[in-house]
């Protein structure tokens, strides 16, 4: 840095795009840059001294997690789409970030504002059209998997009409009892589990090893596997089966995105205080199986996770969308980040996760 430049930080405050309020203890405002007024509608001077709830005629905001996660815990929060109407009667829809500071070893909150309606509007429009999209692939998927049964079914019930042998009928009926038995099995995959998760504590390394060695990667020579452990990470509480289901199920796809060669990675980690959305994990297992594959195709990335979603052939696509459901049964989250020549799936399993989760 030039040590000749000097910056005027009061300046640089009140420049910002982006409104700022600070809050005192009381989430009483203490100061406000000038896009904070040209956002609430409200000049610098009327907004001193306002509790922060009084600059709304109505909001959603979560001040209780203002005081006790930002102001004792010191925690982060993040609120992303927070419908409010300002005192002008105008209405919105912001994106909220606090973060704690100490100023004279007094507690304050600085508070961000951002106003999302264009980009929510934009992302509206960009989700619609995936979701129609992945609701014609998976009208299409499922057309194709329920056709042949029926066929199957059809067939057989017009050879019973004028079948006399009685083999032959025996053999048409455990035609029919198969086909149907087909559909049913599609339909079971299409809801998802349905049987809540067996949690126990885990060595999540043993649970690794034990995946690993169901996918032979080991023996495969041309595909070089990395192992980035964790030695000190605890036992975990979950359901071991659920989750070498889905641990099973990405480093399958690694390997048919690999074929004859390549490298996958497995890391694990523990994360502090992480932030997703409106959820926050004080402490989380997280698992990262990384490959250095073609990448996931970019029509396929905003509906990576929906049933009947897949571009390999013969791919059911029910095996992501399982796998997010068994992750939200231990209140937990797995992510996608993929460009040319890299994929990672990222799994983040909260210690505290001992409810029985979701169905």
Not at 27 to 43: F, K
Not at 207 to 217: D, P, R
């Amino acid at each position: 840095m030039d040590q000749n430049i000097t910056f005027d930080l009061d300046k640089i405050w009140q420049s910002l795009s982006t409104a700022v309020l600070l809050l005192d203890a009381q989430l009483v405002i203490r100061d406000a840059n000038y896009s904070s007024s040209e956002l609430l509608g409200l000049s610098t001077k009327r907004l001193f001294g306002l509790a922060i709830d009084k600059v709304f005629n109505h909001h959603h905001i979560d001040l209780d997690k203002l005081s006790k996660y930002v102001l004792q815990d010191g925690v982060d929060c993040q609120q992303h789409r927070v419908d409010v109407v300002f005192v002008d009667s105008r209405a919105a829809t912001l994106s909220l970030h606090a973060r704690r500071f100490f100023h004279l070893q007094q507690p304050y909150i600085l508070l961000e504002l951002r106003r999302i309606d264009d980009e929510l509007r934009f992302d509206q429009a960009s989700n619609q059209m995936h979701q129609f999209q992945a609701a014609r692939t998976l009208i299409r998927g499922l057309a194709h998997e329920i056709k042949n049964p029926l066929g199957g079914i059809r067939g057989a019930a017009q050879l019973l009409q004028y079948e006399s042998d009685q083999q032959e009928r025996e053999e048409c009926a455990n035609l029919i009892i198969e086909q149907a038995d087909r559909l049913r099995e599609l339909v079971d995959r299409l809801l998802g589990p349905n049987q809540l998760p067996q949690k126990e504590p885990c060595n999540i390394h043993q649970t690794l090893e034990s995946v690993i060695k169901l996918t032979t990667l080991e023996s495969n020579s041309r595909i070089k596997l990395v192992k980035d452990y964790d030695p000190s990470i605890p036992s975990i509480v979950l359901d071991q089966a659920k989750i070498q289901q889905v641990l099973l199920n990405i480093l399958r796809n690694a390997q048919q995105a690999l074929g004859d060669s390549g490298q996958i990675m497995i890391t694990t980690r523990i994360q502090h205080r992480l932030h997703r959305g409106e959820r926050l994990m004080k402490k989380a297992l997280l698992i990262r199986i990384s490959d250095n594959g073609p990448g996931i195709a970019e029509e396929l990335k905003e509906t990576l996770f929906f049933p009947m979603i897949t571009n390999k052939e013969g791919g059911s696509g029910l095996g992501l969308s399982i796998a997010q459901t068994l992750i939200e049964q231990h209140q937990g989250l797995i992510e996608c980040d993929s460009w040319p020549g890299h994929t990672e799936f990222s799994i983040f399993l909260p210690f505290d996760n001992t409810g029985t989760g979701n169905q």
